[in-house]
């Protein structure tokens, strides 16, 4: 079992930044790959970022590639997404996600077995 709980999101203007954070606990923290998914009104849940068990590897979609970055703390059992340059684009609800399976870039919701609880971010313009 893995728990993930998540940093508070906000609101924020176009063009600012923001991290949220996302806390683990239960199995060992480098079993599994982190994901970031969000989900805005009305639309399919979409992959943001994945990073696998060792940190080494990242995957974008091309709608947040040079604007977002994942990445773990192991000493800290945290996951965090740094997001820069927000568009309004960006609002919707961010989930942060545990897949035990270190295959690559897997951005399928479906692949991933354990969720944090959601934070609510939205950039105004």
């Known amino acids: 079992q893995v728990q993930l709980v998540e940093s508070r999101g906000g609101l924020v203007q176009a063009g600012d930044s923001l991290r949220l954070s996302c806390t683990a606990s239960g199995r060992t923290f480098s079993n599994y790959a982190m994901g970031w998914f969000r989900q805005a009104p009305g639309k399919e849940r979409e992959f943001v970022a994945r990073?696998?068990?060792?940190?080494?590897?990242?995957y974008y979609p091309n709608s947040v590639k040079g604007r977002f970055t994942i990445s773990r703390d192991y000493a800290k059992n945290t996951c965090y997404l740094q997001m820069n340059s927000l568009k309004p684009e960006d609002t919707a609800v961010y989930y942060c996600a545990a897949d035990l399976r270190d295959w690559g870039g897997r951005i399928s919701p479906a692949e991933y077995a354990y969720w944090g609880q959601g934070t609510q971010v939205t950039v105004s313009s």
């Open positions: 990073v696998s068990w060792s940190g080494s590897n990242t």
